[in-house]
């Protein structure tokens, strides 16, 4: 296949990353790929959906994958999969030797093991510029879930119109469900039986890089999972706790101990990131040497300082989230600069993600999510004309239309975008600038 047809089939199909910040697949096709990656190490603790789809769709997945390589001219196709999730690994060992050039990366039970720089230089040694993108390094990373999605379209002409996502926690029944796009964060907990606590909060994407978001939030084509917790669980709180107090609690106990440094992993992989120079500069106003500040857009967000390394509790990840998003706002850009060494000590500062969840309080809630792959039926969904990275789709549609499931409702804008579905039958409510409010058609 050519790979412009197939990027025009990843475009008017809608495929963007499944998950993180939704990135247009159809852009990330580029012939300087040397190694093409698909992530399946499941980085967020509790987190299935992964692991669970390539397991049953392990050839589908795994021949459009193959698809991708021989389309960019591509090398290798290495499948990064952590090897405790042994019936995924033995579902692809099973179909990998049909499709020549594929072959396994096998990753440890770490965090996070998924993140983008961490899984490229696990599986092929290369080291991504701080700041750059991996195809500089010759590589591309593609989502398991995305790839299934490319599947439906090119064999099955079925664009993104639902998402798989991991309802579990404070649940009566953990699920691993298939929800229409616009269907609500509340939709999904009703299908998991409802929540077992008074007053739930909703952690939405994960307890790591989640976010607390209300029951009416619809679900997007990034929502990987939704994590039902009590108000007064650890996670719930910090999420919670104030940036000025944060500060405030940093300059009065951040004894500089450097743990938050120590197991940073993009630091570890040589990128110019220290979150403890960082604490130290922001909470005594040392501006001495701006590049303590401007190295912020190195940090990955992974949350591990403030989670798992501190000892004291404090936020580095968060303050620094602060500062880089004051500075992109003020127009700064990342400086340009190269990776130090690789440490020497990287293999003996892993988090292991038992360790991880346990002082999370997470480990009670590791049950089993059996997946549901049949797309549920809601009675209305509000579906975001922005779930992707670059421009928001143009709205195709307006108040009082029929329209059926899996039609376009929103085109792609000029730029980096891809186009919007209805993902069920009905008449369009509402269409502003923001949302495609559709109703269920009456039968």
Known sequence: ??????????????????????????????????????????????????????????????????????TVGAKEAIIGIKKAYKQAVEALKGVIPKYPGVKLGLLDEVYPA??????????????????????????????????????????????????????????????????PLGATVEDAVALAGGAKIKNPVYFVGGPMMGNIMPGTAPITKTTNAILVLPENHYLVQRKRSNTEVMLKRAAASCCQCSMCTDLCPRHLLGHPIQPHLFMRAATCKDVQDPNIFLDTFFCCSCGLCELYSCFQGLSPRTLMAEYKNGLRAAGVKAPQVQAAPVSPAREFRKAPMKRLMARLDLAKYDAPAPLQDECVSVESVKIPLRQHIGAPAV????????????????????????????????????????????????R
């Open 1 to 70: 296949m050519e790979m412009k047809e197939l990027a025009d089939i990843l475009q008017k199909n809608g495929v963007v990353g499944a998950g993180g910040a939704g990135f247009p697949t159809y852009a990330k096709l580029d012939k300087r790929a040397e190694t093409i990656i698909m992530n399946c190490a499941e980085c967020e603790p509790l987190l299935k959906l992964h692991r669970q789809l390539l397991e049953k769709h392990a050839d589908e997945i795994v021949s459009v994958f193959h698809l991708i390589m021989e």
């Open 114 to 179: 998924g993140d983008e720089v961490v899984l490229i230089y696990e599986v092929t040694g290369k080291v991504v510029r701080p700041g750059g993108l991996p195809i500089e390094s010759g590589v591309i990373v593609f989502n398991v879930e995305t790839l299934y999605n490319l599947y439906r379209a090119l064999h099955k002409q079925e664009p993104v119109v639902d998402k798989l996502v991991s309802v579990v926690a404070e649940v009566n029944s953990p699920i691993t469900v298939r929800m």
């Open 395 to 442: 709205a195709a549609v307006k108040g009082g239309d029929m329209v059926e499931r899996g039609q376009i409702i929103a085109n792609p804008a000029s730029g980096l975008s891809v186009a919007i579905h209805a993902s069920i039958s009905g008449r369009v409510r509402t269409v502003d600038a923001n949302f495609i409010t559709i109703d269920k058609a009456e």
